[in-house]
């Protein structure tokens, strides 16, 4: 994988005012993604996954900080974005126009950019049989429609792929198919991707990278399986302790306990102490900083026990 950066999420805040107050849906979010890198959001509904999705996209007005892609920053212009980040929707409605034929939805991008390709070799690329391209989206299933969303999303064979929830609204025994599916394409395409999704156990399937997100704040990043083997932010192990394991991809993960905040809660310490079962008195009054750990970055006074690699010899 290559060191060159083409994503910065640099300091990103948006703010929607609603009645009763300001619901600060990305509060201070920092992240990188590398050329050929998967990097997966997680966590619950509610946090800010989409609301950062549309940042990236262009379609979303930030109150502070800036993002960069491959070197220019982006402000507000979808358009040309489109041509640099591929979109797949939780919903392929969101992604496919009901009028359209699957094909020209397909090729919607590359017309749009003056370029053309065999529509029959982008059906197969998203393991679509060609037969189909005559149909509308509601004369497929709901995998086969996110087939069509994916190959959309990746026509241009853009820089970056952003999935938000991409499985989320597919029934259980599909959503192994469409994870196998951008698997291959991320191994096949050489894009980057940035991977959406409120559930861990797919995010591990996936990511080189996981950043754990809480209202509208990364709590903590760091490489897959070190995350897995080893979370140090409480957080972040309320979320694996949640999830199925990989062998029960079928089920879906449950909240982690604890009960929400109110979106509109201006947080003065850590955002996760109405929640955390390692709180104390120091967390409800200091938001905490960064800690570095290698490759690792937390947020967290007291976190989680680091785990210890070796075994101390026993006397
Ligand atoms: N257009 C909007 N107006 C008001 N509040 C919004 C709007 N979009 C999102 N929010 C709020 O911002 C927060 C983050 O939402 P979202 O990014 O959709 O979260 P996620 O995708 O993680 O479920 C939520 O509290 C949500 O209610
Ligand atoms: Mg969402």
């Given amino acids: 994988m290559s060191k060159e950066l083409l994503l910065t999420v640099d300091n990103v805040r948006v703010e929607f005012p609603v009645q009763g107050g300001v619901v600060r849906a990305l509060d201070g979010v920092s992240l990188e993604v590398r050329k050929g890198e998967t990097v997966a959001v997680v966590g619950e509904s509610g946090c800010g996954k989409t609301t950062l999705a549309r940042c990236v996209l262009g379609l979303q007005p930030l109150a502070g900080g800036k993002i960069v892609l491959e070197g220019a920053e982006i ?13 797949v ?11 359209w034929r699957v094909s020209k939805s397909m090729q919607e991008p590359l017309i749009l950019a ?11 690329e998203v393991g679509l049989d060609p ?15 996110q087939r069509v969303a994916v ?12 999935c938000d929830e991409p499985t989320a609204a597919l029934d259980l025994s599909i959503r192994a198919q469409i994870l196998n599916l951008l698997r291959d394409l991320q191994l096949s395409s050489g894009c980057s991707f940035l991977y959406i999704s409120h559930d861990l156990t797919t995010v591990r399937f996936l990511a080189d990278r996981v950043a754990v997100m809480y209202f509208g704040r990364i709590v903590e990043t760091g490489p897959t399986e070190e995350i897995f083997r ?3 932010h ?38 996760y102490a109405s929640r955390c079962v390692n709180a104390q008195s120091q967390c409800l009054v200091e938001d905490p900083g960064p800690t570095i750990e290698d490759a690792r970055t937390f947020y967290c006074h007291f976190p ?6 070796s075994q101390p010899a026993s006397v």
């Fill in 75 to 87: 402000i507000g212009t979808p358009r040309d974005i489109a041509e640099r980040v591929g979109m």
């Fill in 89 to 99: 929707w939780q919903d392929p409605y969101a992604s496919l126009d009901p009028k």
């Fill in 114 to 124: 003056g370029k053309r390709r065999p529509v029959g070799e982008m059906f197969q």
């Fill in 131 to 145: 037969a189909l391209q005559d149909r509308y989206p509601h004369q497929l299933s709901g995998g086969q429609r």
């Fill in 151 to 162: 190959g959309r999303a990746l026509a241009l064979k853009p820089p970056l792929v952003i």
């Fill in 230 to 232: 080893n979370p140090r």
């Fill in 234 to 271: 409480p957080y972040t192990k309320a979320l694996l302790d949640s999830a199925p394991s990989l062998d029960k991809l079928m089920e879906l993960p449950e909240a982690p306990p604890g009960e929400i905040p109110d979106p509109r809660t201006k947080f003065v310490g850590c955002r």
């Fill in 304 to 309: 989680v026990a680091e785990l210890q690699t």
